[in-house]
């Protein structure tokens, strides 16, 4: 990790390339800045990617620091805000085996990820959850779900976890499919599939993210916490990878399951096009 303290400038420019990138689908071939050396830093040319959009913030992707840089940044996890522009609601068909399409930044980072999405069924101002109670209590519904990270910085997530905060946690779709009825009991027993161009890539239990997907939720709620940020009733969190970080390309079909409960089948097509 970077040892070298950002500027206010550079943290100000780093904030306007990224965000500026993804507003034009521009690919960076490289990460366009200095690295963030701390998750402050991080969060702070996040929090100027987030004034620069005028979309509204739907939810925020929860992904993994690697075991060996969480004691040195003094966490397990990341935060990413999910714009309305990459929110996807599915059908019903969808949810259960229609195809659909879903852009991505050609050229630039592109995975698939499958995920809980956890539903808040209130709004949660800073400070008003003590998390270590458990948060069960504030759960609306779990749907399948399907995270879509890319980025157009290539490699993005070779650059380590401050860069893909500074780039909105590598966050480029949120996909809710079909509702999980009784998650509690039926997590603990389900199983999700990732499937790439017909080929099996993995599977995993649906419950098997580190200390489970209550976790990842909780996590959500400090973080934005910590940060002064208020959670409405209705958000969403992208819970993390279940069966892990699908690295693929334009033009792959996937096919993400969920038990018996979701069959999701979509094909990833360039934003540009």
Not at 54 to 64: A, L, S
Not at 141 to 169: C, F, H, K, Q, R
Request: charged residues 15%; proline residues 5%.
């Amino acid at each position: 990790m970077s040892t070298t303290t950002l500027t206010s400038v550079q943290i100000d420019e780093l904030a306007k390339t990224l965000s500026d990138a993804r507003k034009e689908a521009t690919i960076l071939p490289t990460f366009p800045g200095p690295i963030p050396s701390t998750l402050e830093q991080a969060y702070t040319v996040q929090d100027g990617s987030i004034k620069a959009s005028t979309d509204t913030i739907v939810g925020w992707k929860v992904g993994m620091v690697p075991p060996e840089l969480r004691e040195e940044l003094g966490s397990e996890r990341v935060l990413g805000p999910v714009f309305n522009n990459v929110y996807h609601h599915l059908t019903q068909a969808q949810g259960t085996g229609e195809a659909f399409e879903l852009p991505v930044y050609a050229g630039g980072f592109i995975a698939i990820e499958a995920e809980l999405m956890i539903e808040t069924n209130q709004e949660i101002k800073p400070g008003s959850i003590d998390t270590s109670k458990g948060v069960e209590h504030l759960v609306k519904n779990v749907y399948a779900g399907i995270e879509i990270a890319s980025s157009p910085v290539v490699d993005l997530n070779g650059y380590g976890p401050t860069a893909i905060i500074a780039d909105i946690g590598n966050q480029y779709g949120m996909i809710v499919g079909s509702v999980i009825e009784d998650w509690q009991n039926k997590i603990a027993s389900m199983s999700t599939s990732v499937s790439i161009n017909d080929k099996l890539i993995n599977e995993a239990p649906t419950d098997g993210i580190l200390n489970g997907p209550m976790a990842a939720f909780a996590f959500m709620i400090d973080c934005c916490a910590q940060r002064g940020i208020t959670l409405p009733a209705g958000s969403f969190c992208s819970s993390g990878a279940i069966t892990g970080v699908h690295e693929t390309l334009v033009g792959s079909t996937s096919t993400v399951k969920f038990g018996d409960v979701s069959t999701m089948n979509f094909k990833l097509v360039d934003n540009k096009a």
